[in-house]
């Protein structure tokens, strides 16, 4: 039986299984993944598939696995959980019985990174895994300009992936860095045991760059746009004004419209509400504070009551789409659908 861990696949599941067809691999044969199978690719799930189903297969926690099982969905992360569809909530329960390390016998196997003066059991999940914060404490650990590599002395080789090396797998002291770029059109990597046996094929294209055009105005459209909070939007309207996709900057514009149209609601119900309150005082001239607590905006009825009630005040209070629009509608003020991304 032999054993192939492969540098990450990142999603590029076409050269995954031409390379394992490449190596010959048996049914009985241990394939492994550093980590990262999934994102910048166009076919994360039927990576996942295949680890998921097949016997005598690993996968190691990498930091893009992490990210989802966090809920740090970045644009990448983003893109697979629309691949994913209705599958991702199982994904995300597999995900959490991923290891950070293996040891084969032969070989130590880790996502990003190893401190080299610390035992397996004594290393930081996050460091192994090569999340954030494990790639900054290795920063300050380590002098400007060198890695944990540099500095490893073990008898035993570490394989690990997670920073592309290059065309071909990185050799330093006695490790294997084995991430060679496949998902930006480099090569994916393997390497057999026993003997350190090198194997690659290469990628059809940059799949990364393809998917970052394609997937644009999809993850836009599925944004939860009506819970974020406006300066949420308004942030990331500004992180894509100079996106190159024409349909791409008409949805942006519609949702700056939309915005605007936000602040105006906001206006409106800072008129509306004294009004209210002073409809509720004369009903109510004796159990105003006990009337006034059945609503879900109270406290702007007893600031309005005191006169104390300001734009800014609601600004911040009424801070996604969602509070401007439930407020507005229970003051009986008219929201015009036509604006809403839900029709864009």
């Given at each position: 039986?032999?054993?192939?861990?492969?540098?990450?696949?990142?999603?590029?599941?076409?050269?995954?299984?031409?390379?394992?067809?490449?190596?010959?691999?048996?049914e009985d044969d241990r394939v492994i993944s550093v980590g990262d199978i999934v994102d910048r690719g166009p076919k994360s799930p039927e990576v996942y598939r295949y680890f998921k189903t097949r016997k005598n297969a690993l996968v190691l926690m990498g930091n893009h696995e992490r990210k989802h099982q966090k809920g740090v969905l970045n644009y990448a992360q983003e893109i697979?959980?629309?691949?994913?569809?209705?599958?991702?909530?199982?994904?995300?329960?597999?995900?959490?019985?991923?290891?950070?390390?293996?040891?084969?016998?032969?070989?130590?196997?880790?996502?990003?990174?190893?401190?080299?003066?610390?035992?397996?059991?004594?290393?930081?999940?996050?460091?192994?895994?090569?999340?954030?914060?494990?790639?900054?404490?290795?920063?300050?650990?380590?002098?400007?300009?060198?890695?944990?590599?540099?500095?490893?002395?073990?008898?035993?080789?570490?394989?690990?992936?997670?920073?592309?090396?290059?065309?071909?797998?990185?050799?330093?002291?006695?490790?294997?860095?084995?991430?060679?770029?496949?998902?930006?059109?480099?090569?994916?990597?393997?390497?057999?045991?026993?003997?350190?046996?090198?194997?690659?094929?290469?990628?059809?294209?940059?799949?990364?760059?393809?998917?970052?055009?394609?997937?644009?105005?999809?993850?836009?459209?599925?944004?939860?746009?009506?819970?974020?909070?406006?300066?949420?939007?308004?942030?990331?309207?500004?992180?894509?004004?100079?996106?190159?996709?024409?349909?791409?900057?008409?949805?942006?514009?519609?949702?700056?419209?939309?915005?605007?149209?936000?602040?105006?609601?906001?206006?409106?119900?800072?008129?509306?509400?004294?009004?209210?309150?002073?409809?509720?005082?004369?009903?109510?001239?004796?159990?105003?504070?006990?009337?006034?607590?059945?609503?879900?905006?109270?406290?702007?009825?007893?600031?309005?009551?005191?006169?104390?009630?300001?734009?800014?005040?609601?600004?911040?209070?009424?801070?996604?789409?969602?509070?401007?629009?439930?407020?507005?509608?229970?003051?009986?003020?008219?929201?015009?659908?036509?604006?809403?991304?839900?029709?864009?």
């Open positions: 039986m032999k054993t192939f861990i492969f540098g990450d696949i990142h999603g590029c599941y076409d050269e995954f299984i031409a390379l394992l067809e490449q190596m010959d691999v048996q697979v959980k629309l691949q994913f569809g209705d599958e991702y909530t199982e994904f995300l329960s597999w995900i959490n019985s991923l290891p950070y390390y293996e040891d084969t016998g032969e070989a130590l196997i880790v996502h990003a990174a190893f401190e080299h003066d610390k035992s397996i059991e004594k290393q930081r999940e996050d460091v192994l895994c090569g999340s954030t914060s494990g790639d900054r404490y290795l920063q300050d650990k380590y002098p400007e300009g060198k890695f944990w590599t540099d500095y490893y002395e073990g008898s035993k080789t570490i394989l690990y992936g997670h920073h592309v090396v290059g065309d071909s797998p990185k050799r330093v002291n006695n490790t294997i860095g084995t991430d060679t770029g496949c998902c930006h059109g480099g090569k994916l990597t393997a390497i057999e045991l026993p003997g350190f046996v090198v194997h690659q094929v290469q990628a059809k294209k940059d799949y990364w760059a393809e998917e970052l055009q394609h997937w644009q105005l999809i993850v836009l459209q599925n944004k939860p746009w009506f819970t974020m909070t406006c300066v949420a939007i308004d942030k990331l309207v500004l992180q894509l004004q100079r996106a190159d996709r024409e349909d791409v900057q008409e949805y942006l514009q519609k949702i700056r419209e939309w915005r605007v149209y936000l602040d105006q609601l906001l206006t409106q119900i800072l008129e509306e509400l004294p009004r209210f309150t002073a409809e509720l005082l004369e009903k109510h001239p004796e159990d105003f504070n006990q009337k006034a607590n059945e609503y879900f905006f109270k406290t702007f009825l007893f600031k309005a009551k005191n006169k104390q009630l300001t734009l800014e005040e609601l600004s911040k209070k009424l801070d996604s789409p969602e509070k401007r629009i439930a407020l507005s509608e229970a003051l009986g003020i008219v929201v015009d659908q036509t604006v809403s991304p839900e029709i864009f």
